[in-house]
């Protein structure tokens, strides 16, 4: 009677969960550098309107958020040797609420980003003359609160 050998499939399905976990690591690493060259950029460029200006460089700063948050989660994979365990990160969950806060703050902000598109159509002739911070200011805890609490 042969003998069946029961880990080849556990151990190919664990060289796929590592393979995954590097590659999306090394994503996450050149995903990081490039988000910070792009938040530079916008907060740099004098050519978007003051209001636009705050709402991407917001979104920006959570796009590094979660990019870093996902890096580390990406880093105990490898240092846990478990890449499904380190995914609920129930031994840190500080770091767990960071990267859904980067996450849900981050698809909030195309919602903010339409409705300055709509009071900038809306208003074209007094929105370009107007660049003050209000909206910002009006936004930005409304924002944080929706992330906060959902």
């Given at each position: 009677m042969a003998?069946?050998?029961?880990?080849?499939?556990?151990?190919?399905?664990?060289?796929l969960l590592f393979f995954g976990g590097a590659v999306?690591?090394?994503?996450?690493?050149?995903?990081?550098?490039?988000s910070?060259?792009?938040?530079?950029l916008v907060?740099?460029?004098s050519v978007i309107h003051p209001n636009m200006k705050a709402i991407l460089i917001f979104q920006s700063l959570f796009i590094i958020?979660?990019?870093?948050?996902?890096?580390?989660i990406c880093l105990f994979k490898f240092f846990l040797w478990d890449p499904i365990g380190a995914e609920s990160m129930q031994?840190?969950?500080a770091l767990l609420k960071m990267y859904l806060i980067g996450i849900y703050a981050r698809n909030f902000v195309p919602s903010v980003l339409v409705i300055e598109l709509i009071l900038a159509t809306l208003f074209v002739r007094?929105?370009?003359k107007n660049c003050g911070h209000l909206f910002t200011f009006l936004w930005t805890p409304f924002a944080v609160r929706v992330i906060t609490f959902y």
């Open positions: 003998s069946l050998n029961t880990t080849a499939p556990i151990d190919f399905e664990l060289f999306e690591l090394l994503t996450n690493f050149v995903g990081i550098p490039l910070i060259a792009n938040l530079i907060a740099r460029t958020l979660r990019g870093s948050c996902r890096f580390v031994f840190f969950p007094t929105y370009e």
